[in-house]
């Protein structure tokens, strides 16, 4: 009943502006085209000036309204160059968009036309054209320098002592996998891949390196300490989004990708920044995956050194939970929430 | 009245350089030949223009629906499961449809709307018309074309009422997830029917581009050198270009998209364990067909933007009573552009693991279209200073878009930096950049167009204050829109996502994503209201009683109120001149028919 009052009231809006128009239009006619043209020149001439002015305020009302709620300080080493390089790019286009925004509804305001105004004729102007193609060259010249330092810094090699993570993206949750104490992740082979024996990497169990491979539920990071992640898929492309970090990379199926950067404030002292209690640093996907896309949720708690060896000390090795002895102990409550991650389809 | 005598002139200054058509009355027309199965470039631009109307108001309603899922997500929408069905089971809709009418929205809108219901409609309109042709050089080619697009269109139409659902899988189309029917429902028959939509598509794309270059090259009238089009033309051109030189590629990966699902090729597949089982294919790679598809895809947008800034060129000019300011300079940077768009395409994968090295010649490139680009902002800009302007719905939609291109463009700076894109990349901020500058600003010269010629297409004028509405609500309604979405994107806010409320860095942003929905509806009602206001005009418009209402120099003004097919009753009028002469040595204006005096001034 309401969605049908809706449309009708919808439908007299429609009617009476309709009605209104069709009115306004015979009036032009016996008004004469010239007059009816003045005036309308004459309103829209206001509320192009008026456009200007409210919708300038409008980008200060908004830019204080939300500017809390964005990026914040970033919370890697290296996003602190991405965040420099966004606030130069936003002084220059700053500028030039509220310049070229004032040139143009103030000359459509000032050069309405008027009786007896005659337009200039203007066609062209060759120091004008190369002033206006100079200069913006010069500006994007030193943008692309900019950008191209940082770009080269974030693609760099990660640092020979940097801790490994490895994070495999299915529909749709995050496998996370921690070379353990030899600091190698172990082979994988998607044709091992076994869900049903604790295998969902298909991790190689002839490979040494895997035996004391572990795998988890969130990532754990320490704080100060340089870490790459080596980035998979096992089904559809998915992206690693750390959107505290800055730090973004696709996961291809098939194609490794890595990324590296060095955290600077822990969960806890994040919490206490943003003033959050619920903040949590946490991993979307950014890469179309399917339908559960949305909800393809990860989180890295990034702690000090003393807690995360705390953390490691009470992970299971995957080898075991693949390879149940006779007369296993009874798992602990981690070990289930890994199975439980594990058999997840 | 000076301009009476000019109006006439095309009487009277006629040479017997072109052969002779006596197209006029020499066949009579039923109503198949002359609404169905045209050949009259004229009505092939309105089939181009009402199939384009429908299919925006399709792809918009889509939006809608989906808007109403992200500003509401906790609200129930009754009258969604009375249309949707399963797919919105108890008035909201399912992660699976959200998916369909996002990936559905932007096909439309990019391909079927802003490719084939701008370019399609324009270059049919004004290329024979402008250039002084009687019509296109193949006009059979130039029906196949629309039909060929018909029946994409019905394809694609097809694909939205299969069980599975139509493609779902983003408009880009991605394999692995397009590639298997495992991973997504959409991906099941959605994916071929999409394919073969597409082809069709592409195929009526190359049909009509062929067809535009080879007539804007050979059949100019006399007196037509290159450099005496109107900007229209040559925005037309380097669309054409565009669209003729990557098409085909787009189409290559197409075809081994669909080998992948249907022939047990390894194209784009490799180690993909899905639905409990690995699959045999390896060594594929995923990231080919992305360099395949953007390889189109970012000319794309400028196939969607280029014949904007055309008909924005020309309008301004007409509107401001000057000429367009730095012609040759338009020129070259529309030349830019072209040669530039063919070389950045990998900027859309800056985060795909592409190596840096090559990485940085694609920042480099990306940002040097900024020059081309700026240069045009600013002959605008000095096209209207010290005009003498005349705000009609057209001329205001044209201010629009130089509006809506600086604030869209300005943003394309930003991610066309690789290492702002790490940050920016599939955030809300690229959705802002690009509906402002390619899908505002396109839709604000598509809306001019349409104004403008409006009484060449029909005979009638539409309704100016329907059109001031129309444009004051769209204009302020699409920066209210888009405007805060660079927020959310700053914050690292994911697109295509179903729902954001269970995530602590994204959810801080319900009042605003409530706020946009809520505008969405009314600037998508406001564009109901055009469209009523499109066909009504169509049968009871004001009569135009003049040939040429705007007093513009352009050859279109010299035909007959309601050209007959072959555009002129007599011989194709000569040119003498550039399509710009206004405002010079004291006149208003000076037609391109008319010679070139002796004591006059040169430009």
């Given at each position: 009943m309401s969605g049908f009052l809706a449309v009708l009231v919808i439908v007299l809006i429609f009617i009476v502006i309709f009605q209104i128009a069709k009115?306004?239009?015979?009036?032009?006619?016996?008004?004469?085209?010239?007059?009816?043209?003045?005036?309308?020149?004459?309103?829209?001439?206001?509320?192009?000036?008026?456009?200007?002015?409210?919708?300038?305020?409008?980008?200060?009302?908004?830019?204080?309204?939300?500017?809390?709620?964005?990026?914040?300080?970033?919370?890697?080493?290296?996003?602190?160059?991405?965040?420099?390089?966004?606030?130069?790019?936003?002084?220059?286009?700053?500028?030039?968009?509220v310049g070229t925004q004032i040139l143009l509804f103030w000359f459509a305001f000032k050069y309405q036309e008027k009786e007896g105004r005659k337009a200039f004729y203007f066609p062209h102007n060759n120091r004008l054209e190369v002033i206006w193609t100079v200069i913006p060259a010069i500006a994007l010249t030193v943008l692309v320098a900019f950008g191209l330092k940082h770009w080269f810094q974030l693609t760099s090699d990660a640092p020979k002592d940097a801790a490994i993570v490895e994070i495999t993206g299915k529909q749709f949750n995050w496998l996370i996998r921690y070379p353990g104490k030899d600091g190698q992740l172990g082979r994988r082979d998607f044709k091992k891949i076994d869900e049903a024996a604790s295998n969902p990497l298909g991790m190689d169990w002839d490979d040494q390196l895997s035996k004391d491979d572990f795998m988890a539920t969130e990532v754990h990071l320490v704080v100060g300490k340089p870490v790459k992640f080596v980035i998979g898929s096992r089904d559809v492309i998915h992206d690693v989004g750390l959107p505290q970090f800055r730090m973004k990379m696709d996961a291809v199926p098939g194609i490794p990708t890595t990324l590296w950067f060095t955290p600077k404030f822990t969960t806890k002292q994040m919490k206490e920044k943003t003033g959050n209690p619920d903040f949590t640093y946490e991993i979307s996907c950014d890469q179309m995956c399917g339908s559960g896309h949305y909800s393809m949720r990860g989180v890295i708690v990034v702690e000090t050194q003393e807690e995360y060896d705390a953390w490691v000390a009470k992970q299971p090795l995957q080898y075991s939970l693949a390879h149940p002895a006779p007369e296993a102990p009874k798992a602990d409550s981690t070990q289930k929430t890994v199975a439980a991650n594990i058999a997840k389809p | 009245m000076s301009n009476e005598a000019t109006l006439h002139s095309q009487q009277e200054v006629m040479h017997g350089a072109h052969d002779h058509h006596d197209h006029e009355h020499h066949h009579e027309d039923n109503f198949i030949s002359k609404y169905v199965f045209s050949l009259d470039h004229k009505m092939i631009a309105k089939q181009f223009l009402i199939t384009g109307i429908i299919w925006a108001i399709i792809g918009?309603?889509?939006?809608?629906?989906?808007?109403?899922?992200?500003?509401?997500?906790?609200?129930?929408?009754?009258?969604?499961?009375?249309?949707?069905?399963?797919?919105?089971?108890?008035?909201?809709?399912?992660?699976?449809?959200?998916?369909?009418?996002?990936?559905?929205?932007?096909?439309?809108?990019?391909?079927?709307?802003?490719?084939?219901?701008?370019?399609g409609t324009f270059s049919n309109l004004l290329i024979p018309l402008q250039v002084g042709a009687r019509d296109m050089a193949s006009p059979f080619m130039n029906c196949l074309s629309y039909w060929f697009f018909f029946l994409a269109s019905l394809v694609m139409m097809a694909s939205l009422f299969v069980q599975t659902g139509p493609a779902s899988g983003g408009w880009t189309?991605?394999?692995?997830?397009?590639?298997?029917?495992?991973?997504?429902?959409?991906?099941?028959?959605?994916?071929?029917?999409?394919?073969?939509?597409?082809?069709?598509?592409?195929?009526?794309?190359?049909?009509?581009g062929l067809n535009y270059i080879s007539t804007l090259l050979n059949m100019r009238t006399k007196g037509m050198s290159m450099t005496k089009m109107p900007l229209t033309i040559w925005s037309f051109f380097f669309t054409a270009v565009l669209g003729v030189l990557s098409f085909p590629v787009l189409l290559s990966g197409f075809i081994l998209l669909l080998m992948d699902r249907h022939a047990g090729t390894s194209f784009y597949l490799s180690d993909i364990f899905i639905a409990g089982k690995a699959l045999a294919n390896e060594g594929g790679s995923a990231i080919l067909y992305q360099h395949l598809f953007w390889f189109l895809g970012h000319p794309e947008v400028y196939i969607i933007i280029l014949p904007a800034m055309g008909m924005v060129s020309e309008v301004l000019a007409v509107s401001s009573r000057k000429p367009i300011f730095g012609y040759l300079a338009m020129i070259g940077s529309l030349f830019a552009i072209c040669i530039l768009a063919f070389l950045v395409w990998a900027h859309h994968m800056f985060v795909t693991g592409l190596n840096p090295f090559l990485g940085a010649f694609?920042?480099?490139?990306?940002?040097?279209?900024?020059?081309?680009?700026?240069?045009?902002?600013?002959?605008?800009?000095?096209?209207?200073?010290?005009?003498?302007?005349?705000?009609?719905?057209?001329?205001?939609?044209?201010?629009?878009?130089?509006?809506?291109?600086?604030?869209?463009?300005?943003?394309?700076?930003?991610?066309?930096?690789?290492?702002?894109?790490?940050?920016?990349?599939?955030?809300?901020?690229?959705?802002?950049?690009?509906?402002?500058?390619?899908?505002?600003?396109?839709?604000?010269?598509?809306?001019?167009?349409?104004?403008?010629?409006?009484?060449?297409?029909?005979?009638?004028?539409?309704?100016?204050?329907?059109?001031?509405?129309?444009?004051?609500?769209?204009?302020?309604?699409?920066?209210?829109?888009?405007?805060?979405?660079?927020?959310?994107?700053?914050?690292?806010?994911?697109?295509?996502?179903?729902?954001?409320?269970?995530?602590?860095?994204?959810?801080?942003?319900?009042?605003?994503?409530?706020?946009?929905?809520?505008?969405?509806?009314?600037?998508?009602?406001?564009?109901?209201?055009?469209?009523?206001?499109?066909?009504?005009?169509?049968?009871?418009?004001?009569?135009?009683?003049?040939?040429?209402?705007?007093?513009?120099?352009?050859?279109?003004?010299?035909?007959?109120?309601?050209?007959?097919?072959?555009?002129?009753?007599?011989?194709?009028?000569?040119?003498?001149?550039?399509?710009?002469?206004?405002?010079?040595?004291?006149?208003?204006?000076?037609?391109?028919?008319?010679?070139?005096?002796?004591?006059?001034?040169?430009?």
């Open positions: 009115a306004s239009e015979y009036v032009s006619i016996l008004k004469g085209e010239k007059k009816a043209r003045q005036q309308s020149n004459r309103i829209n001439g206001f509320l192009l000036i008026a456009f200007l002015v409210l919708g300038l305020i409008g980008v200060y009302y908004c830019n204080n309204l939300l500017k809390g709620k964005i990026l914040g300080e970033s919370a890697s080493v290296q996003g602190e160059g991405v965040d420099t390089l966004i606030y130069v790019t936003l002084a220059i286009t700053g500028v030039v968009f | 918009a309603f889509f939006s809608v629906v989906f808007r109403l899922q992200l500003g509401f997500p906790d609200a129930t929408f009754p009258w969604l499961e009375s249309i949707l069905g399963h797919w919105a089971k108890g008035g909201r809709i399912t992660p699976e449809a959200y998916y369909a009418l996002v990936t559905m929205h932007g096909t439309i809108l990019v391909f079927f709307v802003l490719t084939a219901g701008l370019s189309m991605y394999p692995p997830l397009s590639a298997l029917g495992d991973a997504s429902i959409g991906s099941k028959i959605g994916v071929d029917l999409w394919l073969i939509s597409m082809a069709l598509f592409v195929v009526s794309q190359l049909l009509g694609f920042v480099l490139l990306t940002l040097l279209i900024a020059v081309p680009s700026a240069i045009k902002v600013f002959n605008w800009l000095t096209t209207i200073w010290k005009g003498n302007i005349r705000f009609t719905p057209a001329s205001l939609f044209s201010i629009g878009f130089v509006s809506t291109f600086i604030s869209g463009g300005l943003t394309g700076i930003w991610l066309g930096n690789s290492s702002i894109d790490i940050h920016l990349h599939d955030t809300y901020f690229v959705i802002a950049h690009f509906h402002i500058v390619m899908g505002v600003s396109a839709f604000f010269g598509m809306f001019a167009g349409i104004y403008h010629w409006f009484p060449k297409m029909y005979g009638r004028f539409m309704n100016n204050t329907i059109g001031y509405i129309h444009f004051w609500v769209t204009l302020v309604g699409a920066y209210l829109i888009f405007w805060p979405m660079h927020y959310e994107g700053m914050a690292g806010m994911p697109r295509r996502y179903f729902d954001y409320s269970s995530w602590t860095s994204f959810n801080q942003f319900g009042g605003l994503n409530q706020f946009i929905s809520i505008v969405v509806i009314l600037v998508f009602a406001t564009q109901l209201l055009f469209v009523f206001n499109f066909f009504y005009s169509i049968f009871k418009g004001r009569k135009l009683t003049e040939q040429n209402p705007w007093k513009a120099t352009t050859l279109e003004w010299t035909t007959p109120i309601n050209p007959g097919h072959g555009n002129w009753p007599g011989e194709i009028p000569e040119v003498h001149r550039w399509a710009y002469d206004y405002s010079k040595d004291g006149r208003d204006f000076i037609p391109q028919t008319e010679p070139i005096g002796p004591n006059e001034s040169a430009h």
